[in-house]
């Protein structure tokens, strides 16, 4: 029923690249296991000397399931749930499988029998399983209000209201403009109310940045000063859509509209390593309290990142020198 | 002839309302007398450009559209004023209110033509009308000259006093006269969540609690002894009166 699904983070299978998603697979795995132990024992003792042998054998044989997770991830990732669900766990017993021969082969001590440790496989991979999804579905809400906020502040009457009144200006003086002008508000628009769930890629969003910038320069003219660093930026780094210009957009509305005199924005992106690091800094004026808005919106974005990314990417903001800043990291994944 | 003057920060919005002005002069004929970018600028150019409506931006860098009527409403002639508003929903609820005239942008010429005809005829909004309207107190107080308005940004001035008919604001520098009445300068300017807020020390004194550098003990021995506020960088004293001293020094002591 892809029409319920519409407003839900699509079912993806979680991202087995990550550090975080690595992180929670050792966690939860070694929890049950602990949980295994000590529900059989009689005692404390026995259940942690019993946890201690199993781990003998189960956490080379974990390392080996999460390195072969790491390595199919790309095809992994291109799967839909159900089907990916299935490829998962049958991967997950395959390589089970293969480790209990080698493990039979090469023991000297008893091994566990093949079907115990393949049953077991199966039910902590379909676990798992159902753990990241739920985690994907707490944070789900997150999106369909990034849509929402998103719309209800570009449809922010103050922008789109006088973006039309900018535009209603050039139609006699300058027709050419006033059409290039109305053909930005429409892609800025399209892409707002565009699906939020996917990846987008960085050269993508970045075209985004510029229609919205040119709008704004309609407006405000010389008062408003762009300074793009972007000869850094990976064009093909994947991003969840709307983090960047939201922040811009932020930057102009607190940072230039309310100064009297010209205001520079620093707009710049950059690979380090695998990393991509995107900082956009303003004016920091006293009276643009840069307050309440922008934190829904910093919180928003922060949200998202963490529902693409898990931990693996960071927000932070700082004020200093007469200039706000925030800086995004998010790790670099190539589409 | 409307003589017109616009103010408004974007360029285009200023370039359509002049558009809009030539589209509709043969219906109500007018000429614009002077722009301006910004709420300093207008008060600067206004007076001299004996504008009779002024086309006035609400979200304005510097200071804004309401700020701005407040302190043309002291001119002797002071145009009427129509905002000029994107959209702020605050904003327009007090216009209603208070019954100050509006139009929205995009502007339409006919809208635009009725505000001029009817703006012709009623002359400046009211203070009250226009303080009413405002969001919260004034960035400035403004004393009127005969052709130009002084501004006295509030977080210079130390202490108000009320004389007679007047108000003196002192300053570091000077004192001015203005012709406001205490009590609504209390109201406006003594809330705790003020940008640069006042305490009343004395029925006639507000000052200005950043300005306060400590007090003290006046009088002789035999009679009872007063209080006496201290002020940065004026060899001034300012009695504290003993009903409002208890106030004052815990205000002060809670001060960080």
Known sequence: MPSIRQSAYPDLLPDFRNLAVMARVLLAVNGLAVFGALFAAPNLAQGLERFVQAAAFLEPLLFVELLAFFLFSRLLARLTIWPGWTVVVALAVAIAWLYQRVVVAIATVPVPSAARTLVLAALTAMFLLAYFRLHTKAFSPALAEARLQALQARIRPHFLFNSLNAVLSLIRRDPKRAERALEDLSDLFRTLMADARHFVRLEEELELLERYADIEQLRLGERLRISWELDAAPSDALLPPMVLQPLLENAVYHGVEPATGPGEVLVRIERRGERVHATIENPHLEAGNQRAGNRMALDNIRERLALFFDAEASIATQTANGRYRVDIEIPYRRS | MIRVFIADDEEPARERLKELLSDIRA??????????????????????????????????????????????????????????????????????????????????????????????????????????????????????????????????????????????????????????????????????????????????????????????????????????????????????????????????????
């Not at chain 2, 008060?43 to 304005?60: F, H, N, T």
């Not at chain 2, 700020?67 to 145009?79: C, K, N």
């Not at chain 2, 005809?117 to 303080?131: D, N, T, V």
């Open chain 2, 27 to 256: 219906e109500v004929p007018n000429e614009v007398a002077g722009e301006a970018k910004n709420g300093i600028e207008a008060l600067e150019r206004l007076p001299a450009s004996a504008a009779q409506v002024l086309l006035l931006d609400i979200r304005m860098p510097g200071m804004d559209g309401i700020e701005l009527a407040r302190h043309l409403a002291g001119l002797e002639q002071g145009p009427a004023v129509v905002f000029v508003t994107a959209h702020d929903k605050h904003a327009l609820e007090a216009f209603e209110l208070n019954a100050l005239d509006y139009l929205l942008k995009p502007v339409r010429a006919t809208r635009l033509a009725a505000a001029l005809k009817k703006a012709a005829g009623a002359g400046a909004p009211r203070r009250e009308q226009l303080a009413r309207a405002a969001g919260g107190p004034r960035e400035y107080l403004s004393v009127a000259e005969r052709h130009r308005i002084v501004l006295v940004p509030v977080r210079d001035i130390l202490f108000l006093r009320a004389e007679q008919k007047y108000v003196t604001v002192r300053t570091k520098e000077r004192e001015h006269l203005i012709e406001e009445s205490l009590v609504a300068l209390e109201k406006e300017f003594c809330a705790p969540e003020a940008t640069h807020p006042f305490i009343r020390i004395h029925r006639n004194c507000l000052v200005a609690r950043a300005a306060i550098r400590g007090f003290e003990r006046s009088g002789t021995a035999d009679e009872e002894a007063h209080w006496q506020v201290v002020i940065d960088s004026l060899a001034e004293r300012l009695p504290v009166s003993r009903r409002q001293w208890p106030a004052v020094r815990e205000l002060v002591a809670e001060r960080p």
